[in-house]
């Protein structure tokens, strides 16, 4: 399959699913979304006492302040099949201060079930699409080192540009920063500009 053949396939995998801004009436979806997410994603890489800790309830509370206090250029976007909530994107201004990548996006999760659909490729659009529209036509994507999904964002033309250890349940993990430092080639590949 070629680049145009691929990207095609992707628009039309799953069409029924909907991208949109989330709301606060969103939180609870999305702490189910984010539970499952690590549990499949990060099992063998996140100590095992991490994953069985992780509270719908907790991370629910959590999306609720955020939602509810989401200020530009912050944004959280939800894809939804049918009514139910099956993935989730949130962008912002660059948590660091990074000199070159001034946006993020500062979560990008998707039910199991969902993925390899173009799903998660037209949830990073909506929010590369969102941060350009706020003039931050840069951008980072921080992925531990042993995720997979590493691969996915090779695939959309992001470089490993940056590295950091962060310590996740007393064990420490090396994140690779995929940076883009034009996002609007990106967006032409998602079809989202």
């Not at 590295?163 to 998602?190: F, K, S, T």
């Amino acid at each position: 399959m070629d680049h145009a053949e691929t990207h095609a396939a992707a628009q039309t995998a799953h069409p029924g699913v909907r991208i949109r801004a989330a709301t606060p009436a969103d939180a609870h979806a999305i702490a189910i979304v984010h539970v499952a997410s690590w549990r499949t994603t990060y099992a063998g890489i996140v100590p095992d006492a991490v994953l069985r800790q992780l509270s719908v309830a907790q991370r629910a509370r959590y999306w609720q302040r955020v939602l509810a206090n989401v200020q530009p250029p912050q944004q959280v976007f939800v894809a939804v099949d049918g009514e139910r909530v099956v993935g989730f994107a949130a962008a912002g201004r660059e948590r660091a201060g990074d000199p070159l990548y001034k946006g993020e996006i500062l979560a990008i999760y998707l039910l199991q079930s969902h993925q390899r659909q173009g799903i998660g490729r037209r949830l990073v659009g909506a929010a590369a699409a969102h941060l350009l529209a706020t003039e931050l036509d840069t951008l980072l994507i921080w992925v531990l080192e042993a995720n997979p999904a590493r691969r996915f964002y090779a695939a959309l033309g992001g470089h490993p540009v940056r590295e950091q250890m962060i310590r996740i349940g007393g064990v420490d993990l090396l994140e690779i920063g995929y940076g883009w430092q034009d996002v609007r080639p990106l967006l032409a590949w998602v079809g989202a500009s």
